[in-house]
């Protein structure tokens, strides 16, 4: 019998935990071949991005060799970019892999075609800019582990020149302005310090979108400014370091329950975030944000998190799309345009029965990769597949250690209930170690969530270099 090609295309949460699942099954066996391919050598899950921005975790701690993964649960890895599909010869084609600076001349891989006889598309979303003039430009995206390790380094050179400022001698004219109120005062009289720039803090932040990920970041922003006083910058984490949320919607959150968005609003009012909400941004500058309703912010570092939309590549390959370059798929998850191609997570769009369309969440991409497992063993068996129902068990949104607000649904209590506080961490928590068990097994889960308790007691609170 000749040996049944598995590749699946993308690394993230559902497609790791797929290809660790199919290679646990299926192993390196003379029947079927699983392989993974992504253009990065690492895997991180993406909901920790917003923490790797805030200088709050070491990617070192938290990223997985996908050569180790593979190695571990007996499927191959492909380094590389999809960048082509001939669906008559099921090959896809590869990008070539770039060699570093000291890596030495040349490509490190050549572009190649990898055969397949079921093709799993699991690539995940981009940031989708909208059109808006200057946003791709003079903004930063938290896809990537190296956009949100960029955005950390520019704000802590933001924080250094704002302390430099601070320290720095009044410029003459407001020495001279100082020396002039001395005149009109009596002898004696203490002065209050001249303001070095009125009207706006030492360092403004502005986050375009009001998702989950940009309301956790606001968030671990604000936690970071306080730590970042406690190793010896004098600035004002409340006063000197100015956050500010742009969203075009009513509210914030406006995919989740109107309670949760008010609970979450309510809390970041007390840690001082500004929120404007019904207002979209025009123009972004490199050191300023213009909105619609003809606000004009200043902003020293701009993050983009207003939406998503699938990678370009996908338009390309000759399957259905929808208008965010999603491929459109059946219940069973394959493309309607090829039964030997399947996909799902953020790049696939999943009629939801009753409710529109599987949204674009980590626990989707989750019940998905598990229902993988069951359909492409059906496929190889010759039997018919199963069709894909997704269950909603609700959302929970992070504010850090400040707090966490979401609910729970569906079969967790049957129900619907808002959470909020202590109990909402933990489960925010636990959906992490949940992602960690199905990559590793549960015992070097809570081995790794021993050893990163230990290791936090021993480095800074944030990431200072």
């Known amino acids: 019998?000749?040996?049944?090609?598995?590749?699946?295309?993308?690394?993230?949460?559902?497609?790791?935990?797929?290809?660790?699942?199919?290679?646990?099954?299926?192993?390196?066996?003379?029947?079927?071949?699983?392989?993974?391919?992504?253009?990065?050598?690492?895997?991180?899950?993406?909901?920790?991005?917003?923490?790797?921005?805030?200088?709050?975790?070491?990617?070192?701690?938290?990223?997985?060799?996908?050569?180790?993964?593979?190695?571990?649960?007996?499927?191959?890895?492909?380094?590389?970019?999809?960048?082509?599909?001939?669906?008559?010869?099921?090959?896809?084609?590869?990008?070539?892999?770039?060699?570093?600076?000291?890596?030495?001349?040349?490509?490190?891989?050549?572009?190649?075609?990898?055969?397949y006889d079921t093709l799993v598309l699991a690539i995940g979303s981009t940031t989708n800019f909208f059109g808006v003039a200057g946003a791709q430009e003079n903004t930063i995206a938290l896809d990537t582990v190296e956009q949100a390790e960029r955005f950390r380094r520019r704000l802590m050179a933001a924080c250094v020149r704002a302390q430099n400022e601070a320290d720095a001698p009044l410029p003459s004219a407001q020495a001279a302005s100082a020396e002039q109120d001395s005149r009109d005062v009596p002898p004696g009289t203490a002065l209050a310090p001249a303001p070095r720039v009125e009207g706006r803090p030492k360092v403004n932040l502005v986050i375009v979108g009001a998702g989950a990920t940009g309301v956790e970041l606001s968030a671990e922003l604000r936690n970071t400014a306080e730590v970042l006083r406690s190793y010896g910058?004098?600035?004002?984490?409340?006063?000197?370091?100015?956050?500010?949320?742009?969203?075009?919607?009513?509210?914030?959150?406006?995919?989740?329950?109107?309670?949760?968005?008010?609970?979450?609003?309510?809390?970041?009012?007390?840690?001082?975030?500004?929120?404007?909400?019904?207002?979209?941004?025009?123009?972004?500058?490199?050191?300023?944000?213009?909105?619609?309703?003809?606000?004009?912010?200043?902003?020293?570092?701009?993050?983009?998190?207003?939406?998503?939309?699938?990678?370009?590549?996908?338009?390309?390959?000759?399957?259905?799309?929808?208008?965010?370059?999603?491929?459109?798929?059946?219940?069973?998850?394959?493309?309607?345009?090829?039964?030997?191609?399947?996909?799902?997570?953020?790049?696939?769009?999943?009629?939801?029965?009753?409710?529109?369309?599987?949204?674009?969440?980590?626990?989707?991409?989750?019940?998905?990769?598990?229902?993988?497992?069951?359909?492409?063993?059906?496929?190889?068996?010759?039997?018919?597949?199963?069709?894909?129902?997704?269950?909603?068990?609700?959302s929970l949104v992070s504010l850090g250690k400040f707090s966490a607000v979401g609910n729970l649904m569906g079969g967790l209590i049957g129900g619907s209930m808002f959470i909020e506080g202590l109990f909402a961490r933990v489960m925010y928590t636990s959906l992490y170690r949940m992602h960690v068990a199905a990559l590793h097994g549960v015992w070097r889960m809570m081995l790794d969530t021993v050893a990163n308790r230990l290791r936090r007691s021993t480095v800074p609170r944030v990431k200072l270099h």
């Not at 008559?88 to 891989?109: C, F, K, S, Y």
């Not at 600035?235 to 949760?260: F, G, M, Q």
């Not at 399957?319 to 491929?327: D, K, S």
């Open 233 to 394: 910058l004098k600035l004002d984490p409340r006063k000197d370091v100015r956050i500010t949320i742009i969203e075009s919607s009513p509210r914030i959150l406006k995919a989740l329950p109107e309670r949760v968005s008010g609970a979450v609003a309510g809390l970041l009012g007390k840690l001082d975030v500004d929120i404007l909400c019904g207002d979209s941004v025009a123009e972004v500058r490199k050191n300023e944000v213009t909105t619609t309703g003809g606000r004009v912010l200043p902003a020293d570092i701009t993050v983009w998190s207003a939406g998503i939309t699938a990678p370009p590549v996908l338009g390309t390959l000759g399957l259905a799309v929808n208008r965010l370059n999603q491929i459109e798929v059946l219940p069973t998850l394959q493309s309607k345009s090829d039964p030997d191609i399947f996909a799902f997570g953020d790049c696939a769009s999943c009629e939801w029965p009753e409710h529109g369309f599987v949204p674009p969440r980590a626990q989707a991409a989750h019940q998905q990769a598990s229902f993988l497992v069951k359909a492409i063993d059906a496929r190889l068996k010759g039997q018919s597949l199963p069709t894909f129902t997704y269950r909603d068990f609700g």
């Open 1 to 115: 019998m000749s040996v049944h090609r598995i590749v699946v295309v993308g690394g993230g949460a559902g497609g790791l935990e797929l290809v660790t699942r199919l290679g646990d099954k299926y192993g390196r066996g003379k029947d079927v071949q699983v392989t993974l391919v992504d253009r990065s050598l690492s895997h991180i899950w993406k909901p920790l991005l917003h923490e790797v921005a805030a200088g709050v975790m070491d990617t070192a701690t938290h990223q997985l060799s996908y050569v180790a993964q593979a190695n571990w649960h007996r499927f191959e890895f492909a380094a590389g970019e999809m960048i082509g599909l001939d669906r008559a010869n099921r090959t896809i084609r590869l990008a070539a892999v770039p060699a570093a600076a000291d890596e030495g001349e040349g490509d490190l891989l050549p572009e190649r075609t990898l055969a």
